[in-house]
């Protein structure tokens, strides 16, 4: 790979952003001497999600350089050719520089499934399960998602924000930069609302990159059990339109399963989403199995969990963009002995992204390394996957491949820096946490 700083971009780059025009402008960061530099980019510059052998395709790059300009990658590839650039030379008064000998430098990891707007643990279905109940059975006797709903209805939107803010501080800390996160334990209308601002005013104090969905179907609240419907079109007539309207949300998901919303109700949802030009996710197959092909029609951005699907929908997938999105910090948490099944996804060519489904009832975890880690160990993912599945596919769960997910010039400086010597060693140290630093979207995360 050759050291060509990326004049287009140098061009038209202003130094401040708009979201932070009260901070600093940025001042060039060159990333040198990286011990294993993984771009994730791919040798044959194939566009598209990855899918079979691609997915494992790194494209690392040994004593590594990497010069950060405006928020922006403006030139990847070796130490010693970037330090014979004559802009390189010419400009290197003003230029940070920082030595990361020793170290592995990824993309920053995209977290394309979270529900952190919640307000606290929940013990006692922990306790429960422990005791041998089952997730289904204690959502059926009223806890489970359910049992969230009071506290996010009772908080106020400062009071949300903050618990966000501090999860995505903490997901930064785990080298996470980008992070899609639903509302979904509010299901009224002012609280849902509520949920979305909340994650708006978060993003706004963090300097990473948000992308909101409204979650307003993630189960049919206690008031409508018995007519679902009714609650669907408060969803379809009220809450989308007015997340849309606010542009509060980018994806609408719905929880389609048993004991959550039909198939038919999916659908509905999905057409008022799509009429209202928000794109669409699902959670499909967590539970039970639920026919895929009939959806593909809208284009989903992704399905997620998909521990029940069948050969034929996953034929059919493979022919798609939308992303199978594994969550198996769920499996973990639930104690299931079964995880989704990632090796037949990857071998049939459906394109797979792991995310940490960071929630209170399933997966309370913020990190991608300990999803990675449960990929490897349980799914029978390969480190190399398991990284490209967190960075590229993530990128396209959330239709941001243009400029997250791969460390390539003309993306955004979107890096996690991690305290190891091979790549491999994120998945391997398991809970404990390797990442040294993170630059998101051009800050270091020491400035935080
Ligand atoms: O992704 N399945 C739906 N939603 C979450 C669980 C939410 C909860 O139990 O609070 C999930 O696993
Ligand atoms: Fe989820």
């Given at each position: 790979m050759s050291y060509a700083i990326f004049l287009p971009l140098l061009n038209c780059i202003s130094v401040t952003s708009s979201r932070r025009s009260e901070k600093e402008p940025f001042s060039p960061l060159l990333l040198a001497n990286i011990g294993q530099l993984v771009t994730v980019e791919l040798p044959s510059k194939k566009v598209g999600p990855r899918r079979g052998n691609d997915l494992g395709e790194l494209g690392i790059i040994e004593d590594g350089a990497v010069l950060c300009i405006a928020g922006k990658i403006v030139s990847v590839g070796k130490t010693k050719d970037a330090l014979r650039d004559p802009w390189l030379k010419k400009n290197r008064k003003k230029i940070v520089e920082i030595d990361w000998s020793d170290k592995v430098v990824v993309p920053g990891f995209v977290d394309s499934h979270t529900h952190p707007v919640f307000v606290g643990p929940r013990l006692i279905d922990f306790e429960k399960r422990i005791e041998g109940a089952t997730y289904e059975k204690i959502a059926a006797a009223g806890g489970g998602i359910r049992s969230s709903l009071g506290g996010v209805r009772a908080a106020g939107k400062r009071e949300l924000a903050d618990k966000v803010l501090s999860a995505l501080r903490e997901m930064a800390a785990h080298g996470t930069t980008t992070v899609e996160a639903k509302s979904g334990y509010g299901l009224t209308v002012e609280s849902e609302i509520k949920s979305l601002q909340a994650l708006r005013d978060a993003a706004l104090s963090w300097p990473g990159t948000v992308v909101p969905t409204l979650l307003g179907a993630h189960v049919v609240p206690k008031e409508f059990q018995g007519c679902s419907q009714k609650y669907v079109e408060i969803v379809c007539k009220e809450m989308i339109p007015r997340a849309a309207r606010e542009k509060l949300a980018q994806f609408v998901d719905v929880f389609c399963d048993k004991g959550a919303f039909t198939a038919e109700e999916t659908q509905q949802i999905f057409e008022a989403a799509e009429n209202h030009g928000l794109s669409l996710r699902a959670h499909m197959g967590q539970l039970s199995e639920t026919k895929l092909t009939p959806f593909l029609r809208f284009h989903p951005a992704s399905f997620d969990h998909m521990d029940h699907v069948n050969d034929e929908d996953i034929a059919q997938l493979a022919?798609?963009?939308?992303i199978a999105t594994l969550v198996p910090g769920a499996n973990y948490f639930l104690a299931l002995g079964e995880y989704p099944n990632a090796r037949k996804l990857i071998d049939a060519g459906v394109p797979v992204a792991l995310a940490t489904d960071y929630n209170p009832g399933t997966s309370p975890t913020l990190s991608m390394p300990m999803a990675m880690s449960l990929a490897c160990t349980?799914?029978?993912?390969s480190p190399a996957e398991a990284i490209a599945a967190a960075t590229i596919n993530g990128a396209w769960a959330l239709r941001l491949a243009e400029r997250k997910g791969s460390i390539q010039a003309g993306k955004d400086a979107d890096l996690a820096v991690f305290d190891v010597e091979d790549y491999r060693e994120i998945p391997y140290w398991f809970g404990s946490n390797r990442c040294e630093m993170a630059v998101t979207n051009g800050v270091l995360s020491r400035e935080l």
């Open positions: 022919k798609y963009d939308t349980h799914m029978k993912m």
